[in-house]
């Protein structure tokens, strides 16, 4: 019996469910459903069996193996880190789950559909700013938290839903796509970044502008193409100017604040959302000039702080903060130099990884490489001025999207270089 081209197998209903799971995946970090282990349960057991099964999936994981080795390296860093400051097993939970993404990163080294998986992200940020419209309209909320979050946790959401409406505006600017689906892509690109506007988070909106303009520039690099992203960039200013209407000025009254609280902070006077990371920020500095080499440990800058406060050197406004609101700073501070290193690479190696593949010839690698450096790139800046990584939601959708999109953009290269090597 003669046996079927893998071409053919992209079309079995195994990859079929493989690519439903994927494409899900996404918009389950941000509910509280517990069901929602189900399809990371799945998608891991089918990852491990693909790595242990066929040899092709195993040559195209390693051929990300640069992405992959720094994300275990962070997950074995926090293994260290806990080993070393004595600390209990519970704090190993969030880096634990790196080990899931390590293994659900090997479905993207088979085929699947990968138009119906960029699909599933641009949804996921029309449904997410679906809901933060009704939290904001409907029930009156003044910053819309989402389904899986609370007033501590509207930073992460936004972040969230911005990353999966860029990934979308990728989507809406290539040209090898139809006009119907594009459009949609577009939509779900406005509703998205629409309901990260109602969360009135600062931090990510900031983020948000210089990665959408590098996406539009990378398009018109790539493609030559002007027109397109001229209309972007138009839509792009009349839906803000559009929002800011429609939130009554709010969000600018936020903004605006930034300046003012920056200048009036002093250490006796640090109410208020900016003076309070300030102050934060003067802890966490403290805390690195007297542990640079290992730091205080995992998750322990809250006792750090509440020490100072009551000895009277910190303010009691910062006494219920367990992060110092900069991911730099508390790698800092939780891990010294080495944490600190450690999570440079994180977020270094990737960028470069992608960056180098976002001019690929092949119009699927270079969006693949495009969506992971917008992941990456937007963690990075957001990563200043707020812990984006300590919260399940972002911290899953980081290490699924970096590895995934590494993985899948390695996969794509290697099968083109062996069908090159075949015709020669």
């Known amino acids: 019996m003669n046996q079927v081209p893998r071409a053919r197998q992209a079309f079995s209903a195994r990859t079929i469910a493989a690519t439903l799971l994927l494409a899900l995946l996404p918009i389950s970090f941000a509910v509280p459903v517990k069901l929602k282990v189900v399809p990371i349960a799945l998608l891991f057991f089918y990852g491990i069996g693909l790595l242990i099964a066929d040899r092709d999936v195993r040559a195209n994981y390693m051929a990300a193996r640069a992405v992959v080795l720094v994300c275990a390296l962070s997950m074995l860093y926090a293994i260290g880190n806990i080993l070393g400051h004595r600390l209990g097993w519970g704090e190993l939970d969030l880096p634990s789950h790196i ?85 949609l892509h577009a939509a779900c690109a406005v509703l998205g970044s629409f309901g990260a506007l109602l969360t009135q988070s600062r931090g990510p909106l900031l983020a948000c502008a210089p990665v959408f303009l590098l996406v539009v520039l990378l398009h018109v690099v790539r493609t030559k193409q002007w027109r397109d992203a001229l209309i972007v960039l138009g839509g792009a200013v009349a839906i803000a100017a559009v929002s800011v209407v429609f939130l009554r000025g709010e969000i600018m009254q936020r903004f605006t604040a930034i300046g003012h609280e920056v200048t009036t902070y002093r250490a006796e006077d640090s109410q208020g959302a900016v003076r309070e990371r300030i102050e934060m920020w003067r802890v966490a500095s403290r805390a690195f000039m007297e542990h640079p080499v290992a730091g205080v440990g995992i998750d322990q800058f809250g006792k750090y702080t509440q020490t100072l406060v009551s000895k009277g050197l910190a303010s009691e406004s910062i006494a219920r903060y367990t992060h110092p609101h900069s991911e730099y700073l508390d790698a800092a501070v939780c891990g010294g130099v080495p944490g600190l290193i450690v999570l440079l690479l994180l977020l270094g190696v990737p960028m470069v990884f992608f960056a180098r593949r976002v001019f690929d ?36 959708l980081f290490f699924f999207l970096t590895l995934g999109m590494a993985v899948l953009a390695s996969r794509l290269q290697r099968e083109r270089a062996l069908r090159e090597i075949a015709a020669t």
Not at 153 to 180: D, H, K, Y
Request: with cysteine; aromatic share 10%.
């Open 99 to 183: 080990l899931a993404f390590l293994a659900i990163a090997a479905v993207f080294a088979r085929s699947i559909h990968v138009r119906w998986f960029w699909l599933g992200l641009s949804l996921g940020a029309a449904a997410l700013g679906l809901v933060c419209i009704y939290q904001h309209y409907i029930q009156g909320a003044p910053r819309a938290t989402g389904l899986d979050g609370a007033d501590w946790g509207v930073i992460e959401l936004a972040m969230f839903i911005l990353v999966l409406s860029l990934s979308a505006v990728v989507q809406m600017l290539r040209p090898q796509l139809s006009w119907p689906e594009r459009a």
């Open 361 to 396: 010839p092949c119009d699927i690698v270079a969006t693949t490489a495009t969506i992971g450096l917008l992941t990456v790139s937007m963690y990075a800046l957001c990563g200043f001025t707020d812990n984006v990584l300590y919260r399940p939601m972002p911290h899953s």
